[in-house]
């Protein structure tokens, strides 16, 4: 995981609280410094194959809306 670069663990707060989320669902997820609100702009699926193994990821990108901070960005969340 790498938030800064819009990656995150399947198990981290943010990404549980982000199952299931569809475009224009509201997700309130809570940190440390309190309840945060993401807006699920837009889902994206994009399947990759590991050059080596042969062996195919989905890869969920969701482009959210950050109310906390006013800001877009994204989350790229990794499923086998």
Do not use: C, F, M
């Amino acid at each position: 995981a790498d938030i800064k670069s819009g990656k995150i663990s399947v198990s981290s707060p943010i990404a549980r609280g982000l199952i299931g989320k569809s475009e224009g669902d509201v997700a309130e997820v809570s940190a440390p410094s309190g309840i945060k609100e993401y807006e699920i702009i837009e889902v994206l699926y994009i399947l990759s194959i590991d050059s080596t193994t042969k062996n195919p990821s989905i890869h969920r990108l969701l482009h959210v809306y950050d109310a906390s901070q006013l800001r877009y960005t994204q989350y790229v969340s990794v499923q086998r």
